[in-house]
């Protein structure tokens, strides 16, 4: 959508990948399936998207992609109403040009074009290359070249003194960002764009930091931390700056774990926290009659059973050759050798409740006493604020899908959960925003987020090749780009490592005094640097 794509456009794509799918390698091998998968997948996204679109043409909705649509078709069929906007704004200006998608683009170009009297338009284009952070939502540099090809007179204005960094920072920034091919310098006659920082301050050199491994790496960062915090450098101008949003939460564990205020900027995998993986547990034993999983529910922390307990009901149900839920309901009159039986009483009762009475109860209704009786939600007040947060964010996501589909079953519910925990969809996830604790904090965020900030210290953290630059993005679903844009495999890959650099560039520059950046040794994974 945001390149103006139909959905008449995918479908003859999805042929297309087919075809070239079932011909790239000999039938029967291995290979060959993974492409007839891959063909097959893409195939079912565009069946999912024509649904999708019918759904919002039959209830008369848009989503944000199809207002930019609506009114590009609009400018494109109806002259009375793009002269009317051209009379009435003379004067355009266009801020951040770089994050422009191709609609939004076309959008700007029909403004500024005068067909009854063509001449140039007062336009007037904000615009930084080296900050083009986001293609991956659309965003296209080859729009600043179109913009120069288009007004080869218009004044080029470059903003060259930062106020914000000193100019070792710049320096260091700006090594990194000119080993770039896709900039406007060089394309552009006579522009040069090495920045002079506006501050007389040396700060302090950039440097980097090795750390012995990436488990240590967190330990190392609140040390740095806590040192600065000594020299009375308020938290909120010391920010952590990670690639992923998967590195943030082990780095605040460890701020939290030290003391260290710390405001983490960013959401988190719902579906891997443990309350949650206990709640799901609950819903798995009540809707199956599977004795292995009523006694992993019964494991589940909240309750509070003894394992060995567990074990010994379990062993007495094969000795007896009985179901183990029977042996549960005779638990008070047999004699076993249990350390505390009357703690097996609570989730017995509680997981029986819930599986007899599943089905005449709705999805949410047994999700709220799974949460009440297991003394998850019981005890809100005595929960850690992120806990509370992902129990909030898990209850409300429970009630909206029981809107939306009211004869939603718990068999259904639990299979669309497993979606988002499948591989093959890594890139869906249920997540829940991490609430802030403190007023103010170390920021910890990622370089995507931090586009706009600037702090005193900025930390990067796993600061290395193949992470920050060439990182591996594996997904579930393949997009035949060649196809679909036009964009062949090497040129991606091209403008994927232009691209990461630039996030570098764009982390390195939040840095107003001091910027640090710190390389593990080696990996967990068995990886060394």
Not at 69 to 94: F, G, M, N, P, T
Not at 418 to 430: A, G, K, T
Request: glycine share 4%.
């Amino acid at each position: 959508k945001r390149e103006g794509k139909s959905l008449e456009d995918l479908k003859r794509v999805a042929a297309e990948y087919q075809a070239q799918m079932e011909t790239k390698s000999k039938p029967t091998t291995k290979q060959h399936e993974k492409n007839l998968l891959q063909a097959r997948k893409f195939t079912e996204f565009v069946d999912l998207f024509a649904r999708y679109q019918n759904y919002l043409t039959e209830h008369g909705m848009y989503d944000y992609d199809d207002m930019i649509l609506v009114v590009l078709k609009a400018l494109q069929e109806e002259d009375w109403l793009l002269s009317s906007l051209q009379e009435r704004y003379l004067y355009i200006l266009v801020d951040e040009a770089q994050d422009l998608n191709g609609a939004q683009w076309k959008v700007i170009e029909r403004l500024t074009t005068y067909e009854a009297s063509p001449n140039d338009p007062n336009f007037f284009l904000v615009a930084d290359d080296d900050q083009a952070i986001y293609r991956f939502q659309g965003a296209n540099l080859a729009h600043l070249l179109e913009f120069s090809k288009r007004f080869p007179k218009a004044e080029v204005i470059v903003l060259k003194t930062s106020y914000r960094s000193t100019q070792t920072i710049l320096d260091t920034a700006g090594r990194l960002i000119a080993h770039n091919e896709e900039r406007l310098v060089g394309r552009i006659p006579n522009l040069h764009k090495d920045l002079t920082a506006h501050t007389k301050e040396k700060g302090s050199d950039p440097v980097l930091l090795r750390v012995a491994s990436d488990a240590a790496e967190p330990w190392l960062i609140a040390d740095l931390i806590d040192e600065r915090l000594k020299q009375k450098i308020p938290a909120g101008e010391i920010a952590v700056l990670t690639q992923t949003n998967a590195e943030l939460r082990p780095i605040y564990d460890v701020l939290r774990a030290r003391g260290i205020p710390v405001i983490l900027h960013g959401k988190a995998d719902l579906l891997s926290h443990p309350l949650v993986l206990q709640v799901i547990m609950m819903l798995r034993a009540a809707e199956s009659s599977n004795d292995a999983l009523l006694l992993h529910a019964m494991a589940c922390e909240t309750f509070g059973c003894s394992v060995a307990d567990l074990a010994r009901v379990s062993q007495a149900a094969r000795d007896q050759k009985r179901p183990v839920q029977d042996v549960l309901l005779e638990i008070e009159t047999l004699s076993l050798p249990l350390s505390n039986h009357d703690a097996l009483l609570t989730p017995r009762d509680t997981l029986l409740d819930l599986r007899l009475r599943q089905e005449s109860r709705t999805v949410l209704l047994t999700v709220e006493e799974a949460l009440r009786k297991s003394g998850i939600a019981g005890n809100a007040s005595k929960l850690d604020p992120i806990d509370l947060a992902v129990v909030e964010a898990f209850f409300n996501y429970v009630k909206a899908r029981s809107l939306e589909t009211p004869d939603l079953s718990l068999y259904q519910f639990l299979e669309e959960l497993q979606l988002f925990r499948d591989e093959d969809f890594s890139q869906v996830r249920l997540t829940y925003q991490i609430p802030h604790l403190v007023a103010e904090g170390v920021a910890l965020l990622t370089a995507h987020q931090s586009k706009g900030l600037e702090f005193h210290t900025v930390i990067l953290s796993s600061f290395r090749d193949g992470h920050w630059d060439e990182r591996k993005t594996p997904s579930g679903l393949s997009v035949p780009e060649d196809l679909l844009f036009g964009s062949e495999t090497e040129q991606k890959k091209y403008e994927k490592h232009q691209d990461e650099r630039r996030i570098a560039y764009v982390a390195m520059t939040r840095a107003k005094r001091e910027l640090i950046m710190i390389c593990p040794k080696e990996f967990s994974v068995g990886e060394r640097i």
